[in-house]
């Protein structure tokens, strides 16, 4: 069980601060919410406390685990991703779902690896904007910067 205050990823919705824990009715059945604000976007979300697990929300991770993520972008390895466009969506789709926060920087390694060498359709371009978004929502939280330093920090780190 988490605590208020406590700093958790919800996966594809990303990193926040558990601000409340209240009981709720919803149809018809009341039961414990955490009250979550994300690290981006302002946005509060409920979660059942009971379903933590099912969801895949976990606690942040910590800066030596963030600083391994990252060296990911410097990791000259054969982009995984399959060429066809609707294949690749449903496989990096997986991979975000999982919450796994380096599943997720792969999405986000292949996906750039990719646009430098042709240009993205839409969904691609959107699944990259959403796994960026998520990443530096944890970025934001572990390393206890503003949003615009943490997307400074992590275009420095891809583009290197």
């Keep these: 069980m988490y605590s208020i205050g406590d700093k958790i990823f919800y996966p594809m919705h990303g990193a926040g601060i558990i601000e409340a824990i209240e009981e709720k009715e919803v149809l018809g059945t009341k039961q414990l919410y955490y009250i979550m604000n994300l690290s981006l976007g302002k946005l509060n979300v409920m979660i059942p406390t009971q379903k933590t697990t099912r969801l895949g929300i976990r606690e942040i991770v910590d800066s030596s ?30 991979k975000m779902k999982t919450g796994d926060i380096f599943e997720g920087a792969r999405v986000i390694r292949d996906l750039s690896h990719i646009s430098k060498k042709k240009s993205l359709g839409t969904s691609d371009k959107l699944m ?6 998520i990443l530096i929502s944890e970025l934001v939280l572990v390393k206890n910067m503003e949003e615009s330093q943490a997307t400074d920090y992590l275009n420095e780190v891809i583009n290197q």
């Design 65 to 94: 685990v963030m600083e391994n993520v990252l060296t990911l972008f410097s990791n000259e390895s054969e982009v995984d991703s399959p060429s066809h466009p609707n294949q690749r969506y449903r496989n990096n789709m997986d």
């Design 128 to 133: 990259l904007n959403n796994a960026r978004q």
